[in-house]
């Protein structure tokens, strides 16, 4: 072999064994799948759930026509969302045992532990028979769609020694949410901003817990599995905990004309911005956030508190100027949840009942062309160790 060919070749090993020992922090900008869900658009800042963009989702559909969407990639006829809708209510209710067991949980479980506690309980009330077709899965996809907002209002219920509200049929699945929280029907503008907040978190791509769901059902584990996986993972602050930490935020700092200094002395401490920011929407705002602002200053002009309006404003004009980042899906959600009277320790909850149907979508997909999700690791510790003996050993 000439002395160039031999060259080339070692230096292809290489290159070969580099780039199979390459490590893509955090998977960043790593594609792993395909997908016929949500197409996120972090160049362009667009989002469409199976092709119809999310703008246009948020004004003529609902979170029920959404749902169907996602799971049948199909648009329901009038008919068909009737009796889909009337499917999902009909399930909304909760065995007693897991009403105990709400009940019951040690101190004041966090709501995102109590619903990841009982979601895992649900397992223990249906036999898993191993078929992860669409029908079958999509049957238990129901179950939790409807059911979660039903745990989550209860155990919030509990928590304040107060009976839970049973939900109510003729009501859409966000009024439902809000009438099972506060025991009263809400207004038709109230249910229309629940309704979009929770149509705009449906899906989105593979964000960590849908990813999560992806890799629990890629060993063809069970549905409640996935979705166990998808609850613990949301309630990180990084993740699914930032529109919590975002209204804190927004109450600390009390009025725009603050919001400078405390962003000031925020970032100069280093702290992360909650509600700011996106691992794809780099360079652009989140396309979900332009509907969200839009249906805030609705709700504040209704509430009178175009002050909370100004305030959401500035700390958003302040963080593109000093930092160059972008309100995410959390931002404006965080002061819609508070106007609608969702407790603080219930916005990571409402992500996760608003996220159901896409995590349940994202696995259904998973299941129906699997491959087992296991990634490389590049090994660095210690090699070629010895072993010695236990008496031979010193501190
Ligand atoms: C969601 O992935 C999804 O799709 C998620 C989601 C969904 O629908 O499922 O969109 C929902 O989770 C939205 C994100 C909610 N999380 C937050 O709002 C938490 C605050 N944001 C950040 O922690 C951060 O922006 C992330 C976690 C969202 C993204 O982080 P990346 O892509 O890992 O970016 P990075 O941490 O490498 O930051 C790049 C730079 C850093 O500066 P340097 O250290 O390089 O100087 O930007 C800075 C960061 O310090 N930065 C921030 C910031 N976000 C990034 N600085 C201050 N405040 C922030 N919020």
Not at 204 to 212: E, L, M, P, Y
Not at 362 to 391: C, K, S, T
Request: some cysteine; glycine content about 6%.
């Amino acid at each position: 072999m000439s002395t160039q060919l031999y060259v080339t070749s070692v230096e292809e090993m290489q290159a070969a064994k580099r780039q199979a020992t390459q490590v893509h922090d955090g998977l960043k900008g790593v594609t792993v799948g395909e997908t016929r869900l949500s197409q996120v658009d972090g160049e362009h800042g667009k989002l469409c759930y199976r092709g119809i963009d999310v703008g246009t989702l948020a004004e003529k559909s609902t979170f029920e026509e959404t749902i169907y969407l996602l799971w049948w990639d199909a648009l329901p006829t009038a008919e068909q969302l009737a009796t889909f809708s009337a499917e999902l209510a009909e399930r909304r209710a909760l065995a007693p045992d897991i009403h105990r067991l709400l009940q019951v949980l040690p101190g004041a479980a966090e709501p995102m532990d109590a619903l990841r506690t009982a979601v895992s309980a649900l397992t223990c009330t249906v036999d898993d028979d191993g078929d992860r077709c669409h029908e079958a899965s999509v049957k238990t996809a129901m179950a939790l769609t409807a059911k979660l907002p039903t745990i989550t209002t209860a155990y919030y219920h509990y928590l304040n020694d107060e009976e839970s509200i049973p939900p109510d049929p003729t009501l859409g699945h966000a009024a439902n949410f809000l009438y099972m929280l506060h025991g009263e029907r809400p207004t038709e503008m109230e249910s229309c901003a629940m309704d979009v907040a929770m149509l705009l978190m449906a899906d989105h791509g593979f964000n960590a817990s849908t990813f999560a769901a992806r890799v629990t059902s890629s060993t063809l584990a069970d549905l409640y599995a996935a979705i166990t996986t998808a609850i613990g993972t949301l309630s990180g602050p990084l993740h699914g905990g930032a529109n919590r930490r975002a209204m804190e935020m927004l109450l600390a700092i009390g009025s725009a004309d603050k919001a400078e200094a405390y962003l000031t002395s925020a970032l100069a401490e280093g702290q992360r911005i909650m509600g700011f920011g996106h691992r794809v929407y780099r360079h652009v705002a989140d396309p979900r956030s332009h509907t969200l602002r839009r249906m805030l200053y609705k709700l504040c002009e209704q509430h009178q508190r175009m002050d909370l309006y100004e305030l959401a404003g500035a700390v958003a004009d302040l963080m593109a100027t000093k930092k160059s980042l972008y309100p995410n899906v959390d931002f404006y959600t965080a002061p819609i949840l508070y106007l609608l009277r969702v407790p603080l320790t219930l916005f990571t909850p409402v992500f996760a009942i608003s996220r159901i149907p896409g995590w349940t979508a994202q696995v259904m997909e998973q299941y129906a062309n699997n491959r087992l999700l296991r990634p490389l690791a590049r090994y660095v510790g210690a090699e070629h160790r010895a072993y010695i003996p236990l008496d031979r050993r010193r501190a």
